[in-house]
């Protein structure tokens, strides 16, 4: 009898005991989580974040500076702004509706659905898209990507568009082309299910920005003066301080796109670093072969051609492919931005020289150079000619989608509210006619 009583209290006993512990764990959501979250790894997360950090400066300073000191004197806050605003506008699109386009789940290859509106669901577990961070993490990073890419694009158009119409285009654009796009490579769209490699860039960020940057010249015309009037850079060591941030910042652009601290991300470091090497090694040494003399401009120039170009090959090459790429990319740059007069458009800052050009070479020498032993891909210089299709593919693709886009939202915006300024505001500046500042008080 004594046996059985006491075998009943330790039942009773554990079971409350169950019972308390199950409590415990409802009100304590910080233990679910941590449950919840065991497979974060910390220095995965803390790569990725880094990486945003990384991404965010080539914006604002990196390509701020760099634009702003290839303008005139007059335009250089004006172009300082459009840089800084893009970051503040598209970070909060990407958090509304801008990641949810990109990389909610899929509709029909196409885009992506709602689910993610407002960052719904987007929390602090492991996302569809990477196992070892957060999926906020995930999202904070790719949305530096949405940032900068039409940032690049207002090089184009430097010195004469509305800032009415440049924050209109900005918004639509990152709607209608980036995010498509971003969700056709990346988001589990077509591009990306027929096997077009990407790895951080190519065809979404360099050839969507210098396609668009080319319907965006032509649409707005030529800067009043070009080309017969002298329109030199007012201040190269700030271009030189932006190109080098720039360069800096390019290690979180490709080697983030690892998302991790890992071997492809160490891969996409050096190759990163030997192709922007080389690109600026060969643009000096053709302009001194074609003009007598080098230049900083050409050599900074350069650096940012072969970022370009390696960009979709970095986790997918090794260091000699990315050395080879950096010279072609620094060679068939160059000839585009001294073709530009000749072809009679005025890209201001030559972005479709360098994002257009570069980033088209970069996407077809991923589909030549790609090696197994880096990405798990071969390319047709290793054997697997099939590759080329998709490269080539996407390419074609991007190029048609962008420029058709692109010159729609241009064309609304004409006849609405109109693009250029006018005589007047340009010869003025637009640091005082957009603006009502100066960027010196001399």
């Not at 919840?36 to 880094?50: F, H, P, S, Y």
């Not at 801008?98 to 407002?118: E, M």
């Not at 720039?246 to 652009?253: A, I, K, S």
């Not at 000699?320 to 990319?329: D, E, K, R, T």
Request: glycine share 14%.
């Amino acid at each position: 009898m004594f046996a059985e009583l006491i075998d009943k209290v330790r039942i009773q006993a554990l079971t409350a005991m169950g019972m308390c512990f199950g409590l415990l764990m409802c009100l304590t959501p910080g233990v679910v989580q941590a449950q919840e979250e065991a497979a974060i790894n910390a220095g995965d997360t803390a790569w990725v974040l880094t990486s945003s950090v990384l991404v965010l400066m080539m914006v604002a300073p990196g390509l701020a500076l760099f634009y702003g000191g290839l303008v005139r004197r007059k335009n250089v806050l004006a172009t300082l702004m459009q840089s800084f605003i893009l970051l503040a506008m598209i970070s909060v699109q990407w958090v509304l509706w801008g990641y949810s386009l990109a990389f909610g789940p899929d509709i029909g290859g196409v885009i992506g659905n709602l689910d993610y509106l407002g960052l719904m669901g987007v929390g602090g577990e492991a996302g569809p898209y990477a196992d070892t961070i957060p999926h906020l993490a995930f999202m904070a990073f790719q949305g530096m990507f949405a940032a900068i890419t039409p940032a690049l694009i207002t090089g184009a158009f430097a010195e004469r568009m509305k800032f009415s119409a440049f924050l209109i285009f900005g918004l639509l654009w990152s709607t209608l082309v980036y995010d498509p796009l971003a969700h056709w490579v990346w988001g589990g769209g077509w591009i990306g299910a027929m096997g077009a490699l990407d790895f951080a860039g190519g065809t979404v960020v360099h050839i969507s920005s210098g396609v668009s940057a080319l319907v965006c010249a032509i649409v707005l015309g030529r800067r009043r003066g070009f080309p017969g009037e002298h329109m030199p850079p007012h201040n190269l060591p700030l271009a030189v301080v932006g190109a080098a941030l720039l360069w800096v910042g390019w290690f979180g652009f490709n080697a983030g796109s690892a998302l991790g601290a890992n071997a492809t991300a160490a891969f996409a470091f050096v190759t990163t670093n030997t192709a922007a090497a080389a690109a600026a090694l060969t643009w000096m040494f053709a302009e001194w072969r074609l003009s007598g003399r080098p230049t900083m401009l050409g050599a900074a120039t350069g650096a940012v051609a072969g970022l370009v170009a390696i960009t979709p090959a970095a986790g997918f090459v090794g260091p000699l492919s990315a050395f080879l790429i950096g010279i072609v990319a620094g060679l068939l740059c160059f000839g585009a931005v001294v073709m530009k007069v000749r072809l009679g458009y005025d890209d201001s800052l030559d972005v479709v020289g360098v994002h257009g050009v570069g980033g088209a070479w970069g996407a077809l020498a991923t589909g030549l150079f790609a090696a197994a032993a880096v990405g798990g891909t071969n390319g047709l210089f290793f054997g697997n000619v099939a590759q080329m299709g998709p490269q080539i593919i996407s390419v074609v693709a991007t190029c048609v989608y962008a420029a058709a886009v692109t010159w729609i939202i241009l064309k609304l915006l004409d006849v609405t509210i109109g693009l250029r300024v006018s005589q007047e505001d340009e010869q003025m500046g637009l640091d005082l006619s957009q603006h009502n500042e100066a960027g010196y008080t001399l």
